[in-house]
T-cell receptor
């Protein structure tokens, strides 16, 4: 089954404790992206990757890091989480700008 | 800069009534336009997309949208609402073949009254 998986689905952590949210896709897509969803703001792009070792900032990259060492994986790293990073995070992948983006199930992060 | 505006953060309709969710975009290049739906506690799934072919686009679950360049609109409609249509709907624009960036509107939550 074609899918994007994210782990963990739920995470509660404390300010400053480094964490990683994993994302994996099994569709051989070149393009992957991370979004955060906040009420009233829709989804905003954090980082994206157009291929292995090629990443770039989206609209809200501050406080986040990413890496793309393998085509299928695109982890999101929060080196020092803060409460304003409490949000719902989605990973997505696609083949081209005119095609559907496939979204993971989401990771709900709470930073206290 | 490209942007998407969805009018109405909440829309409430009776079961069987027409559903109309509004989306206006701004783009300096011909856009690719999408409607995604998010059911409670789930990720987003594609309803339909416009990629410069037919201006009237049909999607899943009886939804359709019409691309109107003169009005820079891509409104989503469904003739008869069903209780299962209750969800949040997002309009999004992709800004050209060389950019994979997807810009989302703020979303419209559809409530369906019995």
């Amino acid at each position: 089954e074609a899918q994007v998986t994210q782990n963990p689905r739920y995470l509660i952590t404390v300010t400053g404790k480094k964490l990683t949210v994993t994302c994996s896709q099994n569709m051989n897509h070149e393009y992957m992206s991370w979004y955060r969803q906040d009420p009233g703001l829709g989804l905003r792009q954090i980082y994206y990757s157009m291929n292995v070792e090629v990443t770039d900032k989206g609209d809200v990259p501050e406080g986040y890091k990413v890496s793309r060492k393998e085509k299928r994986n695109f982890p999101l790293i929060l080196e020092s989480p803060s409460p304003n990073q409490t949000s719902l995070y989605f990973c997505a992948s696609t083949t081209s700008a005119r095609e559907e983006q496939y979204f993971g199930p989401g990771t709900r992060l709470t930073v206290t | 800069a490209q942007s998407v505006t969805q009018l109405g953060s909440h829309v409430s309709v009776s079961e069987g009534a027409l559903v109309l969710l509004r989306c206006n975009y701004s783009s300096s290049v011909p856009p690719y336009l999408f409607w995604y739906v998010q059911y409670p506690n789930q990720g987003l799934q594609l309803l339909l997309k416009y990629t410069s072919a037919a201006t009237l686009v049909k999607g899943i679950n009886g939804f359709e949208a019409e691309f109107k360049k003169s009005e820079t609109s891509f409104h989503l409609t469904k003739p008869s609402a069903h209780m299962s249509d209750a969800a949040e709907y997002f309009c999004a624009v992709s800004v050209g073949d060389s950019s994979y960036k997807l810009i989302f509107g703020s979303g419209t939550r559809l409530l369906v009254r019995p």
